[in-house]
Structure formats: structure tokens, C-alpha cells
């Protein structure tokens, strides 16, 4: 049995180990971003990066992005329907229960009341390597009608906010995604769509 003293010191920048070592970034959120949105424009859509560097508790984020949504609506700026919207980077969550999910339900959860009666509005966030959290599932939809289609089933978005549990809220409404494993990983990515 060895000792924590025996093993060798982690190595240093410099360190000759690192000689033979390159290093190449073949993708990036901003680039996944960009490519979600050129793709958009070729189905007819208008299309918005809202930015790349999303942070910060994943329902305040989800929150955010539902104001600014409305906003939007209202406005006409700085696009008009059809359109999406895209948003990246990576949400924290700040466990407060014992349920299920990850940082992309919890953003998805917490717009779902914003988002009610909101009429043809889709938001869609996802986990680049297709999984979220502890989680089969990538993420979430919402729509301007999840609201109303939880209450029919007993599902309050807050409780499960309440026990970190957007699994089983979304999965009862089949609006968990589940891709599976990409092979993949830029972060998260956030779509916001107007029909």
C-alpha cells in the first residue's frame, strides 16, 4: 500500500511531461451558438444571440431570460416573430432539496410561470453532452401552455423549485429531452423561439 507521501507531486507548468503535450479546441459554446443560430436563419426565423456567458442560479437565469422574452414581445425588438433566440454558457444551482435534475430543468422550471399564457412562445435549454445533472435528460421545454398542463396533473412549479425536482415535474408532462449522450460538451445552450 502506498502513502499520499509516496505519490508524486501533480506537475507544474514547464514540467517536461508537458513536452509532447498540444492541446486543440475544436469547438466552443459561442461557436455552437453561432451554428444553432445560422441554422435558424436558414428555417426562417430571425434570429438573436442574447449572449455566451450565462451565469449565476440557474432559476434567477431562467427568470431573467422570461422577462426579457416578454420584453421582446412587447417591443418587437430586437427581433420580430418568427424567431430564436440563444443563449450559452453555464448556470449553477444551489441545492436546496432532494430531488431531481440539473441546472438546465432548473432554468426551464422556473420560466414556467412567466412563460404561462404567453401565446406561441417555445423555450427549449439543453446540456451540450446531453446530460443534465444526475439525470438522463438533457433538459427541458417550456411552453406558454406547461403551466396549465402541470396544474391538470397536481404539479406546482414551485414545490418542485422548492426540492430541486424539475425532473419529475417535466417528466410527467413528456417534456424532458433526452438525446442521450452527445460525445460532446460546450456548456449549456438556451433557446428562445416565437412562432
Do not use: W
Not at 426565423?45 to 449572449?51: G, I, M, V, Y
Request: one cysteine or more; hydrophobic letters at 35%; glycine letters at 10%.
Amino acid at each position: 500500500m502506498r502513502t499520499l507521501r509516496e505519490e508524486p507531486e501533480t506537475p507544474k507548468p514547464g514540467d517536461p511531461l508537458f513536452d509532447n503535450v498540444q492541446n486543440l479546441l475544436v469547438g466552443s459554446n459561442p461557436q455552437a451558438a453561432q451554428s444553432a443560430l445560422k441554422q435558424a436563419s436558414r428555417e426562417g426565423f430571425s434570429t438573436h444571440l442574447l449572449q455566451t456567458d450565462l451565469q449565476g442560479e440557474a432559476r434567477e437565469v431562467g427568470k431573467s431570460i422570461a422577462k426579457n422574452l416578454r420584453q421582446i414581445l412587447q417591443t418587437g425588438k430586437p427581433v420580430t416573430r418568427p424567431f430564436c433566440l440563444v443563449a450559452g454558457g453555464e448556470t449553477t444551482v444551489t441545492i436546496r432539496g432532494n430531488g431531481r435534475g440539473g441546472r438546465n430543468q432548473e432554468l426551464a422550471l422556473a420560466a414556467v410561470p412567466d412563460l404561462a399564457g404567453l401565446a406561441d412562445v417555445m423555450l427549449v435549454t439543453l446540456a451540450t453532452d446531453g446530460e443534465d445533472g444526475p439525470t438522463d435528460a438533457a433538459g427541458a421545454v417550456v411552453t406558454a401552455e406547461t403551466l396549465k398542463q402541470g396544474q391538470k396533473l397536481d404539479l406546482f412549479p414551485q414545490t418542485f423549485l422548492d426540492n430541486n425536482d424539475a425532473y419529475h415535474y417535466f417528466d410527467p408532462l413528456g417534456d424532458l429531452l433526452k438525446p442521450g449522450p452527445t460525445g460532446t460538451n460546450v456548456n449549456d445552450l438556451t433557446f428562445i423561439f416565437g412562432f
